[in-house]
């Protein structure tokens, strides 16, 4: 069983930077992949940043350049550091993990976190 918590939501200003963090429960968290997804509202969720448990990552096409995905294993976390945001980046950002790198990125995560709220005004 994983437990995901996430924090660093808010609002920022279009072009600020915000980092968003998630806390993962469970000593089976460095086998993990994990990743980060985002829903806007009436839009579905879409995937934004994942990370394998070797700590390789893959990317949205829309993020590229902007965001960093990272981890630390000794601290079962794992941290989307995101500039340059966009007011259409507004959106609940999950956390989400599962074993397998490529099904996480297929939108099929394991564990959900609840959350967090990224709001960017113009």
């Known amino acids: 069983q994983v437990q995901l918590v996430e924090s660093g939501g808010g609002l920022v200003q279009a072009g600020d930077s915000l980092r968003l963090s998630c806390a993962a429960s469970g000593r089976t968290f460095s086998s993990y992949a994990m990743g980060w997804f985002r829903q806007a509202p009436g839009k579905e969720r879409e995937f934004v940043a994942g990370i394998s448990w070797r700590g390789g990552s893959k990317y949205a096409d829309s993020v590229k350049g902007r965001f960093t995905i990272s981890r630390d294993n000794a601290k079962n976390t794992v941290y989307l550091q995101m500039t340059s945001l966009k007011p259409e980046e507004t959106a609940v950002y999950y956390c989400?993990?599962?074993?397998?790198?490529?099904?996480?990125?297929?939108?099929?995560?394991?564990?959900w976190g609840q959350g967090t709220q990224v709001t960017v005004s113009s």
């Open positions: 989400a993990a599962h074993p397998v790198f490529s099904l996480l990125r297929a939108g099929v995560p394991e564990y």
